[in-house]
């Protein structure tokens, strides 16, 4: 199974933003590149490819009104098996590729650039709620930028043409600068270019939160989540990050941010309680460490079934052997006669304490 989320189409009638199936978002995007076509206009719009894992498998942008694909699969087809990968990656980039085969009707895959097709019927098609954001930033700082700014012609090509040399060497200076903390000249030249980078994204709004400029920041993806998940991971807000999450939250509320806004409270009986939260890999992690603090054996199992952390895991392993211990020192201690076995009480109530600070030092 896979998912889709567009972000930006600028249609109304579209569903910018959710987690769609991938069949839906197929067959919603067809329409609307063909309609596009039809009133011979063209707009891009990014997009993001779930596994049936929730993990992000592919990242793009799609051109809708572009005679060059008549569709997204086509599209897809075409560029995936010229993405370089490392080789330990290779076996994901082949499932895709047979997962987009397999879900994908015959009848998009033969389409042609030049006709216009008949229309399919979406009038059937539910809306999901909004998608599960992975936009992950495990690095952060201008550092990051200046690395990609300085490496991406070697990694394209071993050859460049002077003009490609030319044009990085002309953005060097205003990357050197970021770093001794003059950012003002390199933020004015991205905000002039028409796409940007992952990386120059993350830079962008890092500027703006800081300056709590939360309307340019939610501009450049044009997705609150995304501003929110910078917040939660850029390592410059590790000093300020709860502050700042909560003014930003104030201004662009959402479920995400509620969530995460409790976690770092350690609100644990929020964090549980909420519903309709889009789950990423560290908020699975983070409620399965609520469950944990929470000591709620039965839910924090159900929890870690999704998660990759062996850490995590053990701990959660660790809660239910001293969830079964206590829980036989209990039968013990019901079973014994407070009057004629003092000691052997005082015994087993010292084990259980023992076991209860256990529990609760796990975290």
């Not at 997962?99 to 033969?110: A, D, G, H, M």
């Amino acid at each position: 199974m896979l998912f889709v989320r567009f972000t930006d189409v600028p249609k109304d009638s579209f569903p910018n933003y959710e987690r769609l199936p991938y069949e839906e978002a197929l067959l919603l995007s067809t329409q609307v590149h063909q309609e596009a076509q039809q009133a011979n206009e063209r707009f891009a719009s990014e997009f993001r490819i779930f596994d049936d894992t929730d993990q992000l498998v592919y990242k793009g942008s799609f051109q809708f009104g572009d005679l060059i694909y008549p569709n997204l699969y086509l599209q897809l087809k075409d560029r995936i098996p010229c993405i370089r990968i490392r080789k330990e990656d290779a076996t994901k980039k082949i499932l895709l590729l047979e997962n987009l085969e397999r879900l994908t009707p015959e009848s998009y895959k033969t389409m042609t650039a030049s006709a216009i097709q008949q229309q399919p019927n979406a009038t059937h098609v539910s809306r999901l709620r909004r998608g599960q954001r992975r936009l992950v930033y495990g690095v952060s700082g201008v550092s990051l930028l200046l690395l990609g700014a300085l490496s991406v012609v070697q990694l394209v090509q071993s050859d460049p043409p002077s003009g490609v040399q030319a044009e990085a060497s002309d953005w060097q200076p205003l990357y050197e600068a970021a770093l001794t903390g003059e950012t003002d000249s390199l933020v004015e030249r991205l905000e002039k270019q028409k796409s940007l980078n992952d990386e120059q994204q993350q830079f962008l709004i890092t500027q703006y939160v800081e300056e709590q400029d939360y309307k340019q920041a939610v501009s450049v993806t044009k997705d609150p989540i995304d501003v929110e998940m910078i917040i939660m991971q850029s390592k410059r807000f590790a000093t300020n990050r709860q502050d700042t999450l909560q003014a930003f939250q104030a201004v662009y509320p959402t479920d995400e941010g509620t969530f995460d806004l409790a976690i770092l409270q350690k609100d644990y009986k929020r964090v549980v309680s909420l519903t309709g939260v889009e789950m990423t890999t560290a908020r699975q992690e983070a409620k399965t460490r609520a469950y944990i603090a929470l000591k709620d054996v039965t839910k924090a199992q159900e929890s870690v079934k999704t998660v990759q952390d062996e850490k995590l895991k053990e701990q959660v392993a660790t809660l239910v052997q001293l969830d079964d211990e206590i829980q036989g020192l209990e039968d013990q201690k019901r079973q014994l006669s407070e009057k004629k076995n003092k000691k052997e009480l005082e015994k087993l109530n010292a084990s259980l304490e023992a076991k209860q600070r256990q529990v609760s030092s796990l975290l």
